[in-house]
C-alpha cells in the first residue's frame, strides 16, 4: 500500500490531497519533525525534511514528485495525457521555481517565524514579488476556471497546495480575484476538506504539536495536569493560543470559538478574551498549550 510518510502540518498535506483526490488506498505514517533527522527517515529522505513516500519498492521524496506519481495511478482526468500533461510539467515547476520561493518568503516573515525573528521589509519583498507572479496566473485564469481548461488537474493542485498555507493566514489576494475565486473552488473540494481537517486541527501527537507550534511562532509552551471537575478561565488578552489534550477529557467554550476539545488526540484554540476550559472526564486531563502574542 501507499504510504505517505510525515504529519499533515507539513508539505506531506499536499500529498495527502492527491491521494484523496485519486480516491487510491494509503496509509498516512505522521512522522514529526523532530524524528527527521533520525536515521530511519533519512534512509528515505536523505534531505532531513517532510515528507517521503514508499509505494512498493519505490521510494520518493519531494512532495510534488510524489503528487504526480499518485496522479499517474490513476491517470485521466487527474492526470491527463499528451499536450495536456506536459501543461501539468509545466505549472507544476512553476510552483516550485515561481510560486514557492516567493510566497514562502512572505510567509516565513508574516506568521511562520516567531515575532522577533521576522523582518517586514522580506515579507514585504515577497508580496511584491508573489504579487507579481499572481499577475501571471490571474491573466491566465481570465478565460478557464482551472489551470487546464474546464476540469481540475494535479496541476491545479499542486499550485493551489503551494498557496494554501498564505491563502489561510492572511495573504491579501484582492489584486487578482480570479486566483483568489480559483483557490477557494480548489481549496474547498471535499478531498481538500479532508486533507485541511487533518492539518488544521492540529490532531497530531505531542512531538510534532511542539514543532508545528515553534515553526508557527508559539514561544510559549505548557503541559498541564487538570484533575477532574477543574474549571479555569484563560485570560488570553493580547495572546492566541493552540491546544492539544495529551490524556483523558477536556472542553473549551468560548464566544468567538464555540466548544471544543474532548478526548486525548483533539486539538483546541484559546482565542483571546477570557474563553473558559474544564476537565470532563472522571479521572481528569493532561494539556499541552502553546501561546502567543498577537
Known amino acids: 500500500m501507499l504510504k505517505l510518510i510525515g504529519v499533515a502540518r507539513s508539505r506531506n498535506f499536499r500529498c495527502l490531497w492527491a491521494a484523496e483526490e485519486a480516491g487510491i488506498a494509503y496509509e498516512h505514517v505522521p512522522v514529526p519533525f523532530t524524528e ?9 529522505n536523505p534531505n532531513g525534511k517532510l515528507p517521503a513516500m514508499q509505494d512498493g519498492d519505490l521510494v520518493l521524496f519531494e512532495s510534488l514528485a510524489i503528487n504526480l506519481h499518485i496522479a499517474g495511478k490513476v491517470g485521466a482526468p487527474f492526470n491527463p495525457t499528451g499536450d495536456d500533461h506536459a501543461r501539468v510539467l509545466q505549472w507544476t515547476l512553476w510552483a516550485a521555481t515561481e510560486a514557492e520561493p516567493n510566497i514562502m518568503q512572505w510567509a516565513q516573515h508574516s506568521f511562520m517565524k516567531p515575532p522577533a525573528e521576522r523582518d517586514a521589509a522580506l515579507a514585504a ?63 474547498t ?95 481528569g486531563a493532561r494539556v499541552l498549550i502553546g501561546r502567543r502574542t498577537t
Open 189 to 283: 473540494r471535499p478531498a481538500a476538506l479532508h486533507a485541511r481537517k487533518l492539518r488544521e486541527d492540529w490532531t497530531v501527537d505531542a512531538a510534532g504539536f511542539r514543532e508545528a507550534l515553534a515553526a508557527e511562532g508559539y514561544t510559549e509552551v505548557v503541559e498541564r495536569s487538570q484533575p477532574a471537575g477543574m474549571k479555569l478561565s484563560e485570560h488570553t488578552h493580547g495572546w492566541d493560543a493552540r491546544g492539544l489534550v495529551l490524556a483523558g477529557e477536556f472542553r473549551v467554550i468560548s464566544a468567538t470559538a464555540g466548544d471544543q476539545g474532548g478526548a486525548a488526540g483533539a486539538g483546541f484554540a484559546l482565542p483571546a478574551n477570557t474563553p473558559h476550559y474544564e476537565t470532563t472526564g472522571a479521572a
Open 36 to 44: 527527521i533527522k533520525a536515521a530511519p527517515f533519512l534512509a528515505l
Open 125 to 187: 519583498a515577497g508580496k511584491v514579488a508573489s504579487d507579481a507572479r499572481l499577475k501571471v496566473l490571474e491573466s491566465h485564469l481570465a478565460s478557464r476556471p482551472y489551470l487546464l481548461g474546464e476540469t481540475f488537474t494535479i496541476a491545479d493542485l499542486n499550485l493551489a497546495g503551494i498557496y494554501y498555507g498564505s491563502w489561510l493566514n492572511g495573504f491579501d489576494f484582492a489584486a487578482c480575484p480570479k486566483v483568489l475565486a480559483w483557490l477557494e473552488r480548489c481549496l
